[in-house]
């Protein structure tokens, strides 16, 4: 059972960065794909980034492309998400998901485990 916990949530200024992280514990695979997904209150969960830790290719929603990178530290089971130039329509709860590999697109059915949700508040 694969399981997952956000931490670095928090407050910032517009303009401002966060950095988020999504320890991941309990998988077997030499690699999975790892994806960071927003919902903004009222609003349906974005994904926004997203890769595979056995491989280079970096996946990112327009969104958020040009602002923020997905990391990850595979000696840790980590992946990062560095939050840059923040807007306050960032504000949202961020959420670590993990799937057995990556496919097209940010569908959340894609993703089978996912973390409890951290909060972002960007205040202008």
Do not use: H
């Not at 030499?30 to 491989?55: L, Y």
């Not at 530290?73 to 504000?91: A, H, I, R, W, Y």
Request: aromatic share 12%; with cysteine.
């Amino acid at each position: 059972q694969v399981q997952l916990q956000e931490s670095g949530g928090g407050s910032a200024q517009a303009g401002g960065s966060l950095r988020l992280s999504c320890a991941a514990s309990g998988y077997t695979y030499s690699s999975i794909c790892m994806g960071w997904f927003r919902q903004a209150p009222g609003q349906e969960r974005e994904g926004i980034a997203k890769m595979n830790t056995g491989s280079s290719g970096l996946y990112y929603a327009d969104s958020v492309k040009g602002r923020f990178t997905i990391s990850r530290d595979n000696g840790k089971n980590t992946v990062f998400l560095q939050m840059n130039s923040l807007k306050p329509e960032d504000t949202a709860t961020y959420f670590c998901a993990a799937a057995d590999f990556c496919q097209r697109g940010f569908r959340t059915t894609d993703f089978l485990y996912w973390g409890q949700g951290t909060q972002v508040t960007v205040s202008s």
